[in-house]
């Protein structure tokens, strides 16, 4: 099993954060931003994990499902919930924030474009009243969210305010060693500018109504 | 859209008894009242929930990695196919096609819930494709018009003419 990631990737975090939580044995191999580790994508997408079987997972989510139940950790209800959440709600919002923060210099406006999601997420711990996200113990869930927030919640510079339960959770212990040598990793030490390069390739996020048409790799089609 | 398309799942996995979904946010995003819990949020996550409801984990998947690769077109189909646009499309058609250039199902052998729901998600855009379009995404034509003709899948949704022969014979690829 053969898992590509490269430096200054946020998703990436994710799934080394997965991978030291998990225990899982996998080869981790740092490649280029702009490698086409998926034969089947035309854009390259990272991080990529290799299967036993030859099929490439390319999702990160699915990447750290996969190593938890491999791990003998079955993924609950409540957790494909919350990994869904992650992906359809809190990852444009990340990605436009982590835009505004890096790219653009705007670190005022990230606050704003964070906002939703987090009150969302400190709603649902605070009525949930769990230390972690499905229940007593730490699941893939807690992995992805807190990897996913971890550039922006331990960025004091963002200012995005005092939220109780999401703080309580964030800095419940268990998981946060691993997402910070995940962090160490990936960031090198150098917070959110360590996803400059990264983020200088990826397409604006859609915020504004007319989005720019990205050229995707292969040829214009002939309609 | 997403709760007709939760409605034939149910019938399709022949569960007797309607479930109660409403939305919410401004995405529509479907909510599953449990009786038995709190709701369930999300297409991906509810249509995963059905499945084990009628007793058909199989459509899940049926090891560790094919859990996976199932998974992670419920999430592609939620966070790349719904709402993307005409630019994306053709990136989508293209990658898709070259994915299914050596498999029968979304997850290589078996047919899975990945099938079911990346068919209704795809179905729009098939819908807007010339037949010149069809012929040159030919293996997700091909993947498209299995799973449409599978019994019980397709329910709310027109069947689309697909031709699996090419009459476009100058063009190769």
């Known amino acids: ?223 | 859209m997403a709760l007709r398309e939760l409605s034939s799942l149910e019938k399709y996995l022949g569960l007797k008894k309607p479930n109660k979904y409403s939305t919410q946010g401004d995405k529509k995003v479907p909510v599953l009242q449990n009786n038995n819990g709190p709701p369930l949020v999300g297409l991906g996550t509810i249509a995963s929930h059905l499945v084990k409801e009628a007793k058909r984990p199989n459509l899940l998947g049926d090891s560790a990695e094919s859990r996976a690769v199932v998974q992670q077109w419920l999430e592609y189909r939620v966070t790349k196919l719904d709402g993307c646009t005409k630019e994306d499309t053709k990136a989508i058609l293209k990658d898709l096609n070259l994915y299914l250039q050596d498999k029968v199902y979304m997850a290589g052998n078996q047919f899975t819930l990945a099938d079911t729901f990346m068919y209704f998600g795809i179905h729009p855009i098939i819908v807007d494709l010339s037949v010149q379009e069809k012929e040159q995404y030919v293996n997700v034509a091909r993947w498209f018009d299995h799973i449409q003709r599978c019994p019980g899948v397709r329910h709310h949704l027109p069947p689309l003419v697909v031709l699996r022969n090419r009459i476009y014979t100058s063009k190769h690829h």
Not at chain 1, 79 to 104: G, K, S, Y
Not at chain 1, 156 to 180: N, P, Y
């Open chain 1, 1 to 223: 099993m053969k898992l590509f990631v490269s430096e200054g990737n946020p998703h990436c975090l994710k799934v080394l954060a997965a991978v030291e939580v998990s225990g899982v044995q996998c080869d981790v191999q740092y490649v280029n931003h702009e490698e086409r580790v998926v034969p089947f994508l035309s854009r390259p997408a990272l991080p990529a994990l290799l299967l036993p079987s030859g099929l490439h997972l390319f999702s990160s989510n699915a990447i750290c499902r996969y190593l938890f139940e491999v791990s003998g950790e079955d993924s609950s209800e409540l957790c494909n919930q919350w990994l869904e959440w992650e992906a359809t709600d809190l990852q444009p919002a990340l990605l436009q924030a982590l835009h505004l923060a890096v790219v653009q210099g705007k670190v005022s406006e990230v606050s704003k474009v964070l906002q939703g999601p987090l009150n969302y997420l400190e709603q649902s711990l605070s009525k949930g009243n769990t230390p972690y996200l499905t229940g007593e113990a730490v699941s893939v869930a807690d992995v992805v969210l807190w990897a996913a927030l971890y550039p922006v919640l331990s960025d004091a510079s963002l200012a995005l305010g005092e939220r109780a339960s999401i703080k309580a959770w964030f800095d419940r212990g268990a998981v946060m060693h691993s997402c910070q040598s995940a962090a160490q990793k990936v960031l090198q030490g150098k917070g959110l500018q360590g996803m400059k390069s990264y983020m200088q390739r990826q397409p604006a996020p859609p915020s504004s109504q007319c989005r720019d048409s990205q050229p995707c790799n292969g040829n214009p089609a002939e309609s």
